[in-house]
């Protein structure tokens, strides 16, 4: 099983860009899909974007299509996730999470999540 762990969090200001790390332990990362998802106080936590395992496909739900790109370096163990035009609703916590099989909204097939980095956007 992969370890994850996210970074890239912090105070922005709307707007503004970030992009975040998740950062994965164990040999066989690259045969990994890569979600990331969001939790805001009080709400349920959502899918924001996934990777396959080569980078080739990505896939985004249309509430943050064309703001958010998901990008892998697998000779770093490392996914990314580019937030642009920073919205003050994008404050949450972000998590990534690891799959074998299709990565994707589906929370119950991902084996491995991040222990989380908080993003918070003021307007």
């Known amino acids: 099983q992969v370890q994850l762990v996210e970074s890239g969090g912090g105070w922005m200001q709307a707007g503004g860009s970030l992009r975040l790390s998740c950062a994965a332990s164990g040999r066989t990362f690259s045969s990994y899909g890569i979600g990331w998802f969001r939790q805001a106080p009080g709400k349920e936590r959502e899918f924001v974007g996934s990777?396959?395992?080569?980078?080739?496909?990505?896939y985004y739900p249309d509430s943050v299509k064309g703001r958010f790109t998901v990008s892998r370096d697998n000779a770093k163990n490392t996914v990314f996730l580019q937030i642009n035009s920073l919205k003050p609703e994008d404050t949450a916590v972000y998590y990534c999470?690891?799959?074998?099989?299709?990565?994707?909204?589906?929370?119950?097939?991902?084996?491995?999540w991040g222990q989380g980095t908080q993003v918070t956007v003021s307007s």
């Open positions: 999470a690891a799959t074998t099989v299709a990565a994707g909204p589906l929370e119950s097939v991902y084996e491995s």
């Open positions: 990777i396959n395992w080569s980078g080739h496909n990505t």
